[in-house]
């Protein structure tokens, strides 16, 4: 007989441990899809705004009058983007779920406030580009939200577990994102649910529209900062990290572009300021732990 081969000590092949299957949960196609086609939606929704800002009339799906608005908005957007390519880049569920209960929220959020306010989308007005940049809005946040609630659901019933919890948020950090949560969903709700009190809360002009479009974006983020801190990992939590980055590069780059929009005499405009300051000292520690691996 010939000696055995490369395998165990009968001959057999050795196993490719690399083939077995995970003992943790698995992100799965269709979310990994979706995530994707987030990201490129969210893509071209920024660039609509962000580099448009002042072509809303003819470019986008509804006509935001106040630079600012529409340059915060898209800088969110870009945000989503950054988020989504980075969860969707993820192979275990529980490192690139962080995102998603945000999202999802901020999906609805933005279906309720589009069917309040229709008659403002360019559906039969306008150029063609806008008209039909407002149909393709109807579209996504009518089938989006849906989707990806079902894809969640499909998601948390995928036989497996989570990976248990390695690199732990330190309590500071861990209190600064319940805190940032908390002050975001407390914003975000009284913009959505009553709009006419923005003067009060925000640094610029809104119309109900814009306050209820930047409360969806605002609780969107405030859920994803609890979530986070929920998590309380820093490999789950690399996604936001990410996107905390990409929110103060992209709104600090708004405030140079359209810093006169801005009431710089109310302290909520200093307010603004501070939590970009404090969402940058977030980032920049979690980007820094997360070139460390466990």
């Not at 690199?167 to 649910?193: D, K, Q």
Request: aromatic fraction near 12%; glycine fraction near 8%; include cysteine.
């Amino acid at each position: 007989m010939g000696s055995p081969g490369p395998g165990d000590a009968g001959g057999r092949p050795a196993t490719d441990r690399s083939a077995s299957p995970s003992p943790y949960r698995l992100v799965q196609p269709g979310m990994r899809a979706i995530l994707w086609i987030g990201a490129f939606l969210t893509f071209v929704a920024g660039a609509s705004l962000y580099l448009l800002t002042e072509r809303t009339d003819r470019y986008f799906a509804w006509t935001i009058k106040v630079p600012m608005s529409a340059a915060f908005l898209g800088a969110f957007y870009f945000t989503a983007c950054v988020m989504a390519c980075a969860s969707a880049r993820q192979r275990e569920w529980s490192r690139a779920r962080v995102g998603v209960p945000g999202v999802t929220a901020f999906l609805w959020l933005t279906l309720i406030a589009t069917l309040l306010h229709l008659s403002l989308f360019h559906l039969h007005a306008g150029s063609g580009t806008a008209r039909g940049a407002a149909w393709a809005w109807l579209a996504i946040y009518v089938l989006d939200p849906i989707a990806l609630s079902i894809l969640w659901f499909l998601q948390v019933r995928v036989p497996g577990r989570d990976r248990p919890s390695e690199r732990p948020l330190p309590a500071w950090y861990r209190v600064t994102l319940v805190l940032e949560s908390f002050l975001l969903v407390l914003v975000g709700i009284t913009l959505f649910v009553a709009p006419s009190a923005a003067p009060h809360v925000w640094p610029w002009p809104l119309t109900p529209l814009t306050s209820r479009m930047s409360a969806a974006w605002l609780l969107g983020l405030g859920i994803t900062a609890g979530t986070a801190a929920g998590e309380n990992d820093w490999r789950r939590i690399r996604p936001a990290v990410a996107g905390l980055i990409a929110l103060v590069a992209f709104q600090s780059i708004a405030l140079m572009r359209f810093g006169g929009d801005v009431l710089w005499s109310a302290p909520i405009a200093w307010a603004y300021a501070a939590a970009l300051g404090v969402n940058l000292v977030l980032g920049v520690v979690g980007a820094e732990q997360a070139r460390t691996r466990p």
